[in-house]
């Protein structure tokens, strides 16, 4: 029984440190968070991540139905499938020699934003997907590019995570003006008789 209440206590102050250090700010382009797209075809968010207190690296991303963050009640979407992109990258936000603040759009060739999601072709018109787009990251006391960096004796904090609100929906596919059967004749009978005008007085 004591060795219960140990562990729970343990763990409770282990994430009070996680959320005392958990300094970053995270703002997904669009700012709303809101994306649509036509079935088949594939969106994804930018990001704008601020961080002065500490150095943040960036360690994955998800996007998860709901609002809750943590990794073990994300509920995957139902519409498409979401695909990491800043994992590949190693991002560190903060002070000098750092920047604070690091922005990036989202785009699909380069693999760059936060990440991606594919809308499964066949999807119908107006399903939405409303959920959190989840960041998770790690703080250090020392620059992790320093040479003088110890990922174990400069952790200050592992695991925290940041949540945007987000959604993806599917869109209709535009459609294309054509002009009428009889707008288009009226035109190609206007457009004859001007050339047999010109013709007979050709002649």
Do not use: H
Not at 82 to 89: F, K, L, N, R, V
Not at 108 to 116: F, Q
Not at 162 to 187: D, K, N, Y
Request: proline share 6%.
């Amino acid at each position: 029984m004591k060795t219960s209440i140990l562990i729970g206590l343990t763990a409770g102050f282990f994430g009070l440190v996680t959320a005392a250090n958990a300094t970053a700010i995270l703002t997904l382009s669009p700012t709303s968070g809101a994306l649509s797209g036509q079935a088949g075809s594939t969106v994804g968010w930018g990001f704008t991540l601020s961080n002065s207190s500490d150095y943040a690296v960036v360690s994955s991303s998800n996007f998860c139905l709901g609002s809750s963050g943590a990794t073990s009640l994300c509920v995957a979407s139902t519409i498409g499938i979401y695909t990491d992109e800043i994992a590949s990258s190693f991002i560190v936000v903060g002070p000098t020699p750092e920047s604070p603040v690091v922005t990036q759009a989202f785009s699909a060739s380069l693999a760059t934003g936060v990440g991606s999601f594919s809308i499964t072709p066949g999807e119908p018109v107006g399903a939405t997907n409303v959920g959190q787009l989840v960041l998770t990251y790690d703080l250090y006391s020392v620059d992790p590019n320093s040479g003088t960096f110890d990922p174990i004796a400069d952790l200050v904090s592992a695991g925290n995570f940041l949540m945007a609100p987000a959604s993806v929906s599917v869109a209709s596919i535009p459609v294309t003006t054509m002009p009428e059967p009889a707008s288009g004749w009226l035109v190609a009978m206007v457009g004859g008789g001007f050339l047999l005008l010109f013709r007979k007085r050709m002649k």
